[in-house]
């Protein structure tokens, strides 16, 4: 009798944790949404060193696929490696820059780690997280980038999309 409703309470609470997970899952809150689109952004923006001889039209697709999660007018301001400031502004032009770009490289493996989302209003978002970025041009050695990066995002549709993306400054001696 008493290992019976043992039994039961074991698996009702399992049954319990298992709902709210699933739930979780399958509806998940602004702030994971936001973590998720932006997952999801670097999965697009990455590339393996086979998958890059696909040709000018599977690279205008991927450039096309990766300014969707952009605004029309969003910019973007990262410092590279050499501490110079790389400022795009828009959609095409973050296009044209991809396009340009990825015939130079052989691959490309971008990463975000530490998200921190704070949420302004019902339809505006902000995401601060540490961007890692490796890739290989031609035969060269593989070359490494992390800066911690603002995200600002606006909802749109039903959709998270990117309004501005800035480095934070690093400070220097």
């Known amino acids: 009798m008493v290992k019976n409703k ?5 698996i009702i609470t ?6 709210f997970f699933l739930y979780r899952y399958f509806f998940p809150n602004t702030e994971r949404k936001i973590i998720r689109h ?8 990455s590339f393996a060193r086979s998958e890059n001889s696909s040709g000018q ?14 605004t029309e007018n969003a910019t973007i301001m990262l410092e590279d490696v050499t501490e110079q400031i790389w400022s795009l502004n828009g959609r095409e032009q973050l296009k044209q820059t991809m396009l340009a770009a990825r015939p130079r490289l052989e691959s490309l493996d971008v990463s975000i780690s530490d998200p921190v989302v ?9 995401a601060t997280v540490t961007i ?11 070359n490494f980038w992390a ?3 603002v995200f600002e995002l606006e909802k749109r549709d039903q959709q998270w999309l990117i309004i501005k993306v ?3 400054p690093v400070i220097r001696r």
């Open 6 to 10: 043992i039994i039961s309470i074991s």
């Open 147 to 149: 800066r911690e990066a």
């Open 14 to 19: 399992v049954l319990v944790i298992g709902g």
């Open 166 to 168: 800035e480095s934070v």
């Open 38 to 45: 932006l997952n999801s952004l670097v999965e697009t923006v």
């Open 118 to 126: 704070f949420i302004k209003s019902s339809t505006t978002g902000q």
């Open 132 to 142: 890692k970025a490796r890739w290989q041009e031609g035969e060269l050695d593989s």
């Open 57 to 70: 039209i599977a690279t205008a697709l991927w450039a096309e696929r990766l300014a969707e999660y952009f």
